[in-house]
């Protein structure tokens, strides 16, 4: 991949890919407490304090990192991945951006979310039926990586069967939204890229109608009936919710198990207690998000405590970092579902008019999922030492997760 190369911001730290990848937790939490913000050694600026992260995702000093110049940051110069990253709302701005995300905002309001609530337990009851008398399980792929292709599939109208299948093109083709991840995999994410968006394309094409489709696709249709957006958008911010709608939840899903397991939490109360599995979902997601980053774009220098990063850009706001800083948490590398200090609208979900649009629904399968666990499972433990997520930044992972009861 060849690029112009990107000019030093000297006066923050250099911090190389290796350090930071090798142990997130322990290099963010060290750099952290020595700068607000840090260089990777690629160039691209990573903010490291709760209160940089925060402000600089409404700051219009910033904005989102435009998807075309992405692209070809990224060496993607044309092709399906190419179109996905410059037309989808993940990495768009004004003026394309609120027509590109209206669209999908009714599906996922407050109100259709807590309709949705009793398929996702009835949904989550299902797939604990196939390994319930076999003893163990290894969860991720039993359970929280098929559980939310299901519910999106039935969002959006589209067949369940289908689910596997684009899948495993989702897994493919994310890591592409991630600045972090290798150059050498493109050809992968590629792969899945044209897969997902001929798929996205085919249920676009199968739907009679705005009136008739179902709720999930009546508003892109009715957006390209009425000259909003066009085709190739309606197939980008399609691909965009099937892929934000199955790969974060997943790791999300066996994380927030993971994690109450190995840290003492009343198991068996979360199956009758909807408040409690809140506070301890909540509580997962803060300590140790699927998502470790939002991408900005500097329009401008920006200093942060004497520290400066120049105009021109790519900016990581680290929420991994910010989740753990002692300056806006107490004690916050300890795991606390009673914790007092959890925030209204916590950074797990980015901010501004890019906040995660599927958060009620991510909220509402991990809330369901944990109930489900609980209720079937009362004495659920762990099989060996806890897993660690992978990465620092953009959608982090956790291949496997062996339970037994």
Known sequence: MSQDPIPKASSLPVVSHAELDANPHEALRRWRAAAPAIERDDGVCIVLRADGVEDLLFDPRTQQLDGATYAAIRGVPQGALHDLLSTSMLLSNAPRHKPRRAPMSRMMSARAIDALRPLIRSLAESLIDEFENDGEVELVSRFAAPLPPLVISHVLGAPAKDAPEFSRWVYQVSPAFSAASPAQDIP?????????????????????SAAQAGAGLSGLLESVFVGELSQAEAKAQLATVILGGSDTTRTAIAS??????????????????????????????????????????????????????????????????????????????????????????????????????????????????????????????????????????????????????
């Open 256 to 405: 927030v198990v993971a994690l109450t397991l190995a840290h003492g939490c009343p198991w068996s109360l979360f199956a009758a207690d909807p408040r409690l599995s809140a506070a301890a979902v909540s509580e997962a997601l803060r300590y140790d998000p699927p998502v470790g980053s939002v991408p900005r774009f500097s329009l401008e220098d920006i200093v942060l405590d004497g520290f400066t990063i120049p105009a021109g850009r790519m900016v990581s706001l680290s929420t991994l970092s910010a989740l753990r800083d002692p300056g806006r948490f107490a004690d916050p590398d300890r795991f606390d579902i009673h914790r007092a200090d959890q925030p209204r609208w916590p950074v797990a979900f980015g901010g501004g008019v890019h906040r995660c649009l599927g958060e009620a629904l991510a909220r509402a399968e991990l809330e369901e999922c944990l109930m489900a666990l609980s209720r079937r499972f009362p004495t659920m433990r762990l099989i060996g030492s806890p897993p660690k997520l992978r990465g620092y930044a953009g959608i982090r992972g956790l291949d496997e997760l062996h339970l037994a009861w």
């Open 188 to 208: 992968q994410m590629i792969e899945g890229a044209e897969s997902l968006t001929r798929y996205a394309e085919a249920l676009l094409d199968a739907a009679p």
